[in-house]
């Protein structure tokens, strides 16, 4: 039974960081994109980053990028986002998804079937 758990949300102020882990459980290979999204009160889920577990391969929304790092340690079936320069418009639930997906579509949220619960990440300014 494939199970994703995300973990490291918290509150925190502007200009701060977080580091969210997302582990996962019941995948028979290791060569799956995992991405991180994030929806914020009455808005749609986006797509933040995302990394192919195998290459190492990652791809960021323009957002983000810069300021957020994706990394994976594939000993510990665990993927990492590192959050840096947190802004308030940053406020979100933050998922993880994983599935069989080229890199291109990591961040393409229609092309997950897997996902995990959330972790609440809060930025103060």
């Known amino acids: 039974q494939v199970q994703l758990v995300e973990s490291g949300g918290g509150s925190v102020q502007a200009g701060g960081s977080l580091r969210l882990s997302c582990r996962a459980s019941g995948y028979s290979e290791n060569n799956n994109c995992v991405g991180w999204f994030r929806q914020a009160p009455g808005k749609g889920r986006e797509g933040v980053a995302g990394?192919?577990?195998?290459?190492?391969?990652?791809i960021y929304a323009d957002s983000v990028k810069g300021r957020f790092t994706i990394s994976r340690d594939n000993a510990k079936n665990t993927v990492y986002l590192q959050m840096n320069s947190l802004k308030p418009e940053d406020t979100a639930m933050y998922y993880c998804?994983?599935?069989?997906?080229?890199?291109?579509?990591?961040?393409?949220?229609?092309?997950?079937?897997?996902w995990g619960q959330g972790t609440q990440v809060t930025v103060s300014s």
């Open positions: 998804a994983a599935g069989r997906i080229l890199i291109n579509d990591c961040l393409n949220l229609k092309k997950y079937y897997d």
């Open positions: 990394i192919r577990t195998g290459t190492g391969l990652s």
